[in-house]
């Protein structure tokens, strides 16, 4: 699994300030996608060590860490999600173009799903398709609401 | 002599005539009832030595000395007289000039030829009145502060000063006023005696009323000397003593309370947003005395760490203690207030500082850093001051002060909020770091030169300082508003990223920037601290680039300097920059960039959408860990040109009407104002910042 770059985000995650990582290799190919670069199978490993690194660096002024993509390896999204946990207090997130939760669903405590459908809009729309799931106790509640102030 | 030039005085060549000094030299004779034969001009004329590319002056001088050399002294007296009447009279010629462009100026910013930081939204004749000494002002500044300097230490530090500023490698700032720049003063002197010892004729404020109306005045009189700032730390502390006096010490608990006879039938609360408007509105106005500008007026809030700190020991007049809990209340009421007030006017000031403690990454006081948070998310827009020690402020837009003394004075009242700069002298870093680097000068030695010179200069202003108060011309010091050895003398850095780059390091958190700024800040520390005595204090600071960027990037790239942006940084990153994300900026202005920054420097965090509350909280902790003291959230708010509304978004088309003709308002410097009314080159740059990472 290799990552395009990162970033520090506000809007991905309600109230949490997010460092996310754009995971390349996306098998969705979504219409309209905003990001058709991380098609590709490009950029650098994203494996334990690259995130000892990026926590090294902002670990501590985070409150998330944020998987953007990675639908070709979940399983690898979801091991990589568990060491965050036990390198730092920090929430996970994984922003997923599936339609449906993944069955890794416990190791996040935020999952977004859905492609993206331009005639529905992304998050910020009222006719989206995509869900923002926040995980309670093993229970996904759907928040795709907050998007919508 | 057919194919010689001379170059007049626009700069344009024109064929040498001969005719034309013969009818000056013959009017000359004239002039005393004398009469030139051919004979005598051709003598006169003799002695010139005309070569191609000769200005006009040169002539002129030329034919002085040679009217002299053929003995005719009085023709030549007149000669110079009439020589004189020109020169003056094509200096009216230029302020007419400057009157018609500046009435056709798009707007008072643009048009302001010296100092276009004007807070002013609008031109018009007391715009105008303001703006046509300020030559004048820069002349006689210039004139005795080189007298000074020679007097102190020698012509050639003077000379050296004046080339150092005509070559734009240091700037004066706020050279078109006479006054020391800004203060942060201690009301109590008004608060003992009202305003008589500083030339007003009002007594102490006895009740609310008459502080609120009191305030307002004293404010318009301290700001009339001044020529920057006036911050009033005390300001809502004063007010909350006053309110206590009269509705109760528990008012704040029955806010809602109808303490009003009349038939508006107002509560405590409506009264005391009544004041807020009073002081806000009526200090937002263009005020006579500063040329129409509104007084540039700001306050602070505290968490109650530093209230402790700074009011531990405060007494009022009547003997009573200052009270946390109703001034907490009013410090949050007055916040909420003016933030819903923002939204129905443009009200610039004041500019607002809320201080806050910090202890092993977070801030100490949760309540404080929770209601900050709230307040960011609402959409205000204010600064925050965040130290992990309460010996150091920050009262102003960005003026940081080490506080010298916590203690109460019976006179002075609380000594850590008495600060200010007297004078600001700014260092052009990028031409100084290229001027060594193109004349194989090592690095740092010219810089080192200049600073020192810096410093000579400030001390020479500050006995120019001295000497006014020793006239009895500066009664703020003498009624103890402020104190003269509490003023810093300030060194200000512009083009510090500019040389950085210039150099070829990276502008993000590396070492070598690090060291790189280290290096030079520390240098401008290593002479504060050389220079200081009793009554010397220096600090250094990263000044707003305001108007002195533009001018900077504008001089050095006519003289051939590299040159990246049309306004210098005011911050350690570059402005337009996409690839830092908002930590690393906070970063860039954390404790390892700011150490040497004595006198500060503020991150204006550029966001297009707000945060919300958890964030900005979680912003505060990465401000305590980073370090970074001084900061605030600049998020543009959008004002609707048709229906007047403002709405704390930064949008394209207003909520309300719908109409698609609006403007933006954002921070400049350190005050929100009206994009369109800052000038052509700051609404550039305004346009240029990227509004980052949402």
Redesign the interface.
């Known amino acids: 699994m290799k990552y395009y770059n990162f970033d520090i985000v506000f809007q991905e995650i309600p109230d949490e300030v997010t460092l996310a990582v754009n995971i390349t290799n996306c098998p969705n190919h979504c219409t309209g996608c905003h990001s058709p670069h991380l098609h590709g199978d490009i950029g650098f490993p994203l494996d334990e060590s690259e995130i000892d690194e990026l926590l090294a660096k902002y670990g501590k002024q985070i409150t998330c860490f944020c998987f953007m993509g990675g639908d070709a390896t979940p399983q690898e999204v979801a091991k990589l999600a568990a060491y965050v946990r036990t390198k730092a207090a920090l929430k996970v997130a994984w922003y997923s173009g599936k339609p449906q939760l993944p069955d890794t669903f416990t190791s996040f405590d935020y999952v977004k799903t859905g492609p993206y459908r331009p005639e529905c809009g992304g998050l910020k729309s009222r006719s989206t398709n995509q869900r923002l799931y926040r995980n309670s106790g093993g229970k996904p509640i759907d928040i795709t609401a907050r998007f919508w102030k | 002599m057919e194919d010689l030039y001379i170059i007049k005085r626009n700069g344009k060549r024109e064929p040498f005539s001969v005719e034309k000094i013969k009818n000056a030299i013959s009017k000359a004779f004239l002039s005393i009832d004398s009469f030139a034969t051919q004979e005598v001009l051709i003598d006169v004329m003799s002695r010139l030595k005309i070569y191609d590319g000769i200005s006009v002056e040169e002539i002129q001088n030329q034919v002085e000395f040679s009217l002299m050399a053929e003995r005719y002294y009085e023709v030549a007296k007149a000669y110079i007289l009439y020589r004189q009447r020109h020169y003056e009279d094509r200096e009216v010629k230029e302020k007419l000039d400057f009157l018609i462009n500046y009435c056709n100026a798009s707007n008072a910013a643009t048009g302001s030829k010296y100092d276009a930081n004007a807070n002013v939204e609008r031109k018009n004749i007391a715009t105008l009145i303001g703006e046509l000494p300020k030559s004048n002002f820069i002349r006689l500044n210039r004139r005795l502060l080189c007298d000074k300097i020679k007097d102190m230490f020698g012509k050639e530090v003077a000379d050296k000063y004046m080339y150092l500023l005509n070559h734009h490698f240091i700037y004066k700032n706020d050279e078109t006023s006479i006054a020391n720049y800004c203060a942060s003063i201690t009301m109590y002197p008004w608060l003992l005696g009202g305003t008589r010892s500083i030339g007003g004729n009002a007594s102490a404020p006895t009740n609310l009323k008459s502080y609120c109306g009191g305030f307002v005045n004293m404010v318009f009189m301290v700001s009339s000397m001044l020529s920057g700032a006036c911050a009033t730390p005390e300001f809502l502390m004063y007010m909350d003593y006053f309110v206590r006096k009269e509705y109760g010490e528990e008012y704040y608990k029955e806010s809602e309370k109808i303490v009003d006879l009349s038939l508006k039938q107002r509560s405590i609360d409506k009264v005391i947003t009544d004041c807020f408007e009073q002081v806000v509105y009526s200090i937002n106005q263009p005020t006579g005395a500063r040329n129409f500008q509104s007084v540039f007026w700001n306050v602070a809030y505290y968490d109650k760490y530093y209230f402790q700190s700074l009011f531990g020991e405060f007494v009022f007049p009547d003997g009573t203690k200052p009270v946390w809990e109703s001034l907490s209340w009013l410090q949050k009421r007055f916040m909420r207030w003016f933030n819903q007030e923002r939204t129905r006017a443009v009200l610039t000031f004041p500019v607002e500082t809320m201080a806050l403690l910090s202890k092993d ?1 977070d801030i100490m006081d949760t309540e404080y850093a929770d209601f900050t948070a709230e307040m960011y998310a609402a959409g205000h827009s204010f600064f925050t001051y965040v130290s992990d020690n309460a010996d150091s402020l920050s009262s102003c837009c960005r003026l940081r002060n080490e506080i010298q003394d916590n203690g109460f004075s019976y006179t002075l009242g609380a000594g850590g909020v008495s600060t200010g700069s007297k004078s600001v002298l700014t260092i052009n870093l990028n031409r100084c770091i290229q001027y060594e680097c193109k004349n194989n000068i090592p690095h740092l030695q010219f810089v080192g030169e200049v600073i020192e010179l810096m410093h000579k200069v400030q001390t020479a202003y500050n006995e120019n300082l001295k000497y006014l108060q020793e006239k009895g011309m500066l009664p703020l010091f003498d009624a103890g508003y402020i104190a003269i050895n509490r003023q810093y003398l300030t060194i200000g850095v512009n083009g510090l990223v500019e040389a950085a780059e210039y150099m070829n390091i990276p502008i993000n958190d590396n070492e070598r920037y690090q060291h790189f700024v280290e290096e030079i800040l520390g240098l401008v520390e290593m002479y504060n601290h050389q220079f200081r005595t009793k009554e010397l204090m220096f600090n250094c600071e990263m000044i707003p680039a305001e108007n002195v960027g533009v001018k900077h990037a504008k001089w050095d790239r006519e003289d051939g300097y590299k040159v990246p942006r049309d306004c210098y940084n005011s911050y350690f990153y570059r402005v337009e920059d996409d690839s830092l ?4 900026k ?1 970063r860039l202005h954390g404790k390892r960039y700011i150490a040497h920054l004595t006198g500060g420097s503020a991150l204006h965090a550029n ?1 297009e ?1 707000h ?5 900005y909280r ?2 505060l ?2 401000a305590a ?2 370090g970074c003291n001084y900061f605030t959230f600049n998020i543009p708010n959008t004002v609707c040109n048709d229906c007047g509304h403002i709405d704390k978004r930064y949008l394209h088309e207003c909520p309300e009407c719908h109409s698609k003709n609006v403007d933006y308002l954002t921070r400049v410097i350190g005050y929100m104002k009206r994009v369109s009314s800052f000038s052509q080159a700051r609404q550039e740059e305004a346009s240029r910042r990227y509004y980052g ?2």
């Open positions: 990454g994300n908002l930590i690393d906070f966001l959408e945060l919300s509350q958890a964030q979680q912003l902790r990465v860990q980073e990472n949402m």
